[in-house]
């Protein structure tokens, strides 16, 4: 028999005999932690705990504990107890989807590797949890490759009338080689409910010019640069240029250009089935010196039998250089040039600052703020400001548009200045994609400028096209950016996609050192059917994968693991509840089988048991019992038992520790040997740094808030040695 506890409680309970019960030890506040445990165990008790021998020396099968990372990492007192005492370790958050997948998808294994090196040299193992679940996501991340395409407006004002094309009527183009036919179609375009022109090139098209619409005269201003836009695709692989004219209007009228932004320059651009931008720009050197107009020509004929769809509603030819658009009473809403003009009125040294055009909507730049601290009931603290070109006039209508972004969720308003005459917009959610807001005011008179709001909810924004108009304008405006919804399959894909990048990307890193899995968490609800999504949890890390892939979502997830892991790896489901409904328990077996019936492999079962003492104990025996009978593996994978306080009577820790033993008696009762995964303990210690978000104010575990073994430690040893250990023990205590 091991004696490692022996000498430290002792000389503890030396000490307080002095002052107490000498039947008695004090079992409250401890002088170094200070943290109140609960009330006072008999010595005795106490000093047949201290002789038990490591838990994990009394199982017989694998016996793990739920663990923090960096409780593991940075407390040597919890690491040790953790070393000692078990096989595995769980970790509880660290290893999930939103811990470790970035605003990008990229996956940061550095935290995990570490831990597993450590745990490594210590001789445990590590129990992969978990690969899908609805909670602990990046939902921001998931959430942001599902929403709609936010396709830019032209660069400025459109200079072709397409009204002869949207009517189908082509009066003023020339169709001077049509192919199969060019023709204008409803519901084709871009976006949904708009149409597109058709052109299909004939099954002998081989020359550009086989299949040919050209536009009318656009009329230029000397010394004025110019773009051509429009978005094109196609049925097959296509190819494609613009061309210009015969006539004296451009130098070269077949030029080769960067059709699509690639950084090439190219006789033709390539098209397929998606959706892509061609984009050129006529400088004043392109032209003739003369020119005082040019037509181009969409030349698709290139290849045979292909059919083409040209966006309408983004073909466009902008001067670059006009003076057009709404009058901005904002002198820098483009941040082109920088944030001149704008200025810090609360927030940190560091919230504003320049972006880069990467960080852009569009052009050369955008506006940063950071906000550091998230207050939702004081928006202003983080606040940047801008005066208007001239005050604003009352009564008069005003809007002031943006385009804004963030790197995770969060939340902005405007406000107008002073604000002693202020007006205030609604909160804004804001995602990771371009959102265009809108807000429309009317004046009270005299508001000399406005402000964006964003101290609500901390993270880093970005802020591009600030337009404030009373709808005076010089010509028009820009075209608005065109918002493209997914479709579902669409979403389907994607989100299949999410799912192979992530478990194959964790499976694959850690195939050498992680070798059972939680692979799908808690797909039940608690009447034993299976989640679908509309749960209505509103949580920010919430994001179901079942609501986008169906009822095979599952079945996905384990070809995967099995997949991209090792073949011998034990791959388990998991949900909590099963010994409290017994129809979620049935409900799981039957979604374990109806799995398995689609191709995928499943080794084992695990129930959470979070359970209380007013658990009925006959329900789990009956847990156990269709546990069992499925033939799988059978894990208790997060075990802990609440007592309801923070400072648990002797009576409590008495019937918490008959619990624990309980539940490994009968584990071990009606799970077959073959079956025994094993066990593992939900958190080492009732200490608070444990507890702030889970069970807070409560004794759950088998050590106390200062890492004395409790009464607990030895019902869960008792239950997995089989018998009561200290009947055992013979002789007089050591003495210190």
């Given at each position: 028999?091991?004696?490692?506890?022996?000498?430290?409680?002792?000389?503890s309970?030396?000490m307080?005999?002095?002052s107490?019960?000498?039947n008695?030890?004090?079992?409250?506040?401890?002088?170094e932690h200070?943290?109140?445990?609960?009330?006072?165990?008999?010595?005795?008790?106490?000093?047949?705990?201290?002789?038990?021998?490591?838990?994990?020396?009394?199982?017989?099968f694998?016996?793990?504990n739920g663990?923090?990372?960096?409780?593991?990492?940075?407390?040597?007192a919890?690491?040790?107890?953790?070393?000692?005492?078990?096989?595995?370790?769980?970790?509880?958050?660290?290893?999930?989807?939103g811990a470790?997948?970035?605003?990008?998808?990229e996956?940061?294994?550095?935290?995990?590797?570490?831990?597993?090196?450590?745990?490594?040299s210590?001789?445990?193992?590590?129990?992969g949890h978990?690969?899908i679940?609805?909670?602990?996501?990046?939902?921001?991340?998931l959430?942001?490759?599902?929403?709609?395409t936010?396709?830019?407006?032209?660069?400025?004002?459109?200079?072709?009338?397409?009204?002869?094309?949207?009517?189908?009527?082509?009066?003023?183009w020339?169709?001077y080689?049509?192919?199969?036919?060019?023709?204008?179609?409803?519901?084709?375009?871009?976006?949904?409910?708009?149409?597109?022109?058709?052109?299909?090139?004939?099954?002998?098209?081989s020359?550009?010019?086989?299949?040919q619409l050209?536009?009318p005269?656009?009329?230029i201003?000397a010394?004025?640069?110019?773009?051509i836009?429009f978005?094109?695709?196609?049925?097959?692989?296509?190819?494609?240029?613009?061309?210009?004219?015969?006539d004296?209007?451009?130098?070269?009228?077949?030029?080769?250009?960067?059709w699509?932004n690639?950084?090439?320059?190219?006789?033709?651009f390539?098209?397929?089935?998606s959706?892509?931008?061609?984009?050129?720009?006529?400088?004043p050197?392109?032209?003739?010196a003369?020119a005082?107009?040019?037509?181009?020509?969409?030349?698709?004929?290139?290849?045979?039998?292909?059919?083409?769809?040209?966006?309408?509603?983004?073909?466009?030819?902008?001067?670059?250089?006009?003076?057009?658009?709404?009058?901005?009473?904002?002198?820098?809403?483009?941040f082109?040039?920088?944030?001149t003009?704008?200025?810090?009125a609360?927030?940190?040294?560091?919230?504003?600052?320049?972006?880069t055009?990467?960080?852009a909507?569009e052009?050369n730049?955008?506006?940063?703020?950071?906000n550091?601290v998230?207050?939702?009931g004081?928006?202003w603290?983080?606040?940047?400001?801008?005066?208007?070109?001239?005050?604003?006039?009352?009564?008069?209508?005003?809007?002031?548009?943006?385009?804004?972004?963030?790197?995770?969720?969060?939340?902005?308003?405007?406000?107008?200045?002073?604000?002693?005459?202020?007006?205030?917009?609604?909160?804004q959610?804001?995602?990771?994609t371009?959102?265009?807001?809108e807000?429309?005011?009317?004046?009270?008179?005299?508001?000399t400028?406005?402000g964006?709001?964003l101290?609500?909810?901390?993270?880093t924004y970005?802020?591009?096209?600030?337009?404030?108009?009373?709808g005076?304008?010089?010509?028009?405006?820009?075209?608005?950016?065109?918002?493209?919804e997914k479709?579902?399959?669409e979403?389907?894909?994607?989100?299949?996609?999410?799912?192979t990048?992530?478990?194959?990307?964790m499976?694959?890193?850690?195939?050498?050192?992680?070798?059972?899995?939680?692979?799908?968490?808690?797909p039940?609800?608690?009447?034993?059917?299976?989640?679908?999504?509309?749960?209505?949890?509103?949580?920010?890390?919430?994001?179901?994968?079942?609501?986008?892939?169906g009822?095979?979502y599952?079945?996905?997830?384990?070809?995967?693991a099995?997949?991209y892991?090792?073949?011998?790896?034990?791959?388990?489901?998991?949900?909590?509840?099963?010994?409290?409904?017994?129809?979620?328990?049935d409900?799981?077996?039957?979604?374990?089988?109806?799995?398995?019936?689609?191709?995928?492999?499943?080794?084992?079962?695990?129930t959470q048991?979070?359970?209380s003492?007013?658990?009925?104990?006959?329900?789990?025996?009956?847990?156990?019992?269709?546990?069992a009978?499925?033939?799988?593996?059978?894990?208790?994978?997060?075990?802990?038992i609440?007592?309801?306080?923070?400072?648990?009577?002797?009576?409590?820790q008495?019937?918490?520790?008959?619990?624990?033993?309980y539940?490994?008696?009968?584990?071990?009762?009606?799970?077959?040997?073959?079956?025994?995964?094993?066990?593992?303990?939900w958190?080492?210690?009732?200490?608070?740094?444990e507890?702030?978000?889970?069970?807070?104010?409560?004794?759950?575990n088998?050590?106390?808030?200062?890492?004395?073994?409790?009464?607990a430690?030895?019902?869960?040893?008792?239950?997995?040695?089989?018998?009561?250990?200290?009947?055992?023990f013979?002789?007089?205590?050591?003495?210190?």
């Amino acid at each position: 028999m091991k004696y490692k506890y022996i000498i430290p409680i002792i000389a503890s309970s030396l000490m307080i005999l002095s002052s107490c019960d000498d039947n008695l030890m004090e079992w409250g506040k401890d002088p170094e932690h200070g943290e109140v445990t609960g009330a006072e165990l008999p010595l005795a008790l106490v000093e047949k705990i201290g002789r038990y021998e490591p838990l994990k020396n009394y199982s017989d099968f694998s016996l793990g504990n739920g663990i923090g990372i960096s409780l593991y990492m940075s407390d040597a007192a919890y690491r040790k107890i953790v070393n000692e005492n078990f096989d595995e370790v769980t970790p509880g958050y660290e290893m999930k989807h939103g811990a470790m997948v970035n605003s990008k998808g990229e996956i940061n294994f550095t935290n995990v590797d570490a831990f597993i090196a450590a745990t490594k040299s210590a001789g445990l193992k590590v129990f992969g949890h978990t690969l899908i679940w609805h909670s602990n996501q990046n939902a921001s991340y998931l959430n942001s490759i599902i929403a709609p395409t936010v396709i830019p407006g032209s660069s400025g004002i459109n200079v072709l009338d397409l009204t002869p094309v949207k009517n189908g009527t082509f009066t003023g183009w020339t169709k001077y080689n049509s192919g199969k036919g060019i023709a204008t179609v409803a519901n084709l375009g871009l976006a949904p409910n708009t149409p597109a022109i058709q052109l299909e090139s004939s099954a002998t098209s081989s020359l550009a010019y086989n299949l040919q619409l050209t536009s009318p005269t656009v009329p230029i201003v000397a010394g004025h640069n110019y773009e051509i836009s429009f978005y094109v695709k196609s049925d097959v692989a296509g190819k494609g240029r613009i061309s210009f004219d015969a006539d004296a209007s451009l130098k070269n009228k077949y030029p080769y250009k960067d059709w699509m932004n690639t950084g090439s320059e190219t006789e033709a651009f390539a098209t397929t089935s998606s959706w892509k931008q061609v984009k050129i720009k006529l400088a004043p050197g392109d032209f003739q010196a003369a020119a005082t107009g040019f037509k181009f020509n969409i030349d698709l004929g290139y290849l045979p039998n292909v059919t083409y769809l040209v966006d309408v509603n983004t073909l466009a030819v902008v001067d670059l250089d006009a003076v057009a658009g709404p009058v901005n009473l904002v002198s820098n809403g483009t941040f082109n040039s920088g944030i001149t003009g704008w200025s810090k009125a609360n927030g940190a040294a560091d919230a504003l600052s320049a972006a880069t055009s990467a960080n852009a909507y569009e052009g050369n730049g955008a506006m940063k703020v950071v906000n550091a601290v998230s207050d939702a009931g004081n928006q202003w603290k983080t606040q940047i400001q801008t005066t208007f070109t001239s005050p604003l006039v009352a009564a008069k209508s005003y809007t002031i548009s943006y385009m804004i972004r963030s790197e995770a969720a969060g939340s902005v308003r405007c406000s107008t200045t002073p604000s002693s005459n202020a007006s205030y917009q609604t909160d804004q959610a804001t995602t990771t994609t371009w959102k265009l807001v809108e807000w429309k005011i009317t004046a009270k008179g005299g508001e000399t400028g406005f402000g964006f709001d964003l101290g609500g909810a901390a993270g880093t924004y970005y802020i591009d096209n600030v337009l404030v108009t009373d709808g005076t304008s010089t010509g028009g405006g820009v075209t608005a950016p065109i918002t493209i919804e997914k479709t579902e399959a669409e979403k389907t894909k994607i989100i299949t996609d999410a799912m192979t990048d992530w478990i194959s990307k964790m499976m694959t890193h850690y195939k050498t050192s992680v070798f059972s899995w939680d692979v799908v968490n808690e797909p039940m609800k608690e009447d034993g059917t299976l989640r679908d999504g509309t749960e209505g949890d509103t949580a920010t890390d919430y994001f179901s994968w079942v609501k986008y892939l169906g009822k095979d979502y599952a079945v996905t997830a384990f070809k995967l693991a099995r997949q991209y892991g090792n073949e011998t790896d034990k791959l388990f489901i998991n949900d909590f509840n099963l010994e409290s409904r017994l129809d979620k328990c049935d409900g799981i077996i039957e979604y374990v089988k109806y799995i398995e019936g689609k191709g995928a492999t499943i080794d084992g079962i695990g129930t959470q048991m979070h359970i209380s003492l007013t658990t009925d104990k006959d329900k789990i025996v009956q847990m156990f019992q269709k546990l069992a009978a499925s033939g799988k593996l059978i894990k208790i994978s997060e075990l802990d038992i609440r007592l309801g306080t923070a400072t648990p009577t002797v009576a409590q820790q008495a019937s918490q520790a008959e619990m624990y033993q309980y539940v490994i008696d009968m584990y071990k009762k009606y799970i077959p040997a073959a079956q025994q995964y094993g066990i593992t303990i939900w958190g080492v210690s009732d200490n608070s740094k444990e507890h702030e978000y889970w069970l807070p104010n409560e004794s759950p575990n088998l050590w106390d808030a200062n890492y004395v073994r409790k009464h607990a430690y030895k019902g869960a040893a008792d239950g997995l040695a089989g018998k009561d250990v200290s009947l055992g023990f013979s002789g007089e205590l050591q003495k210190p």
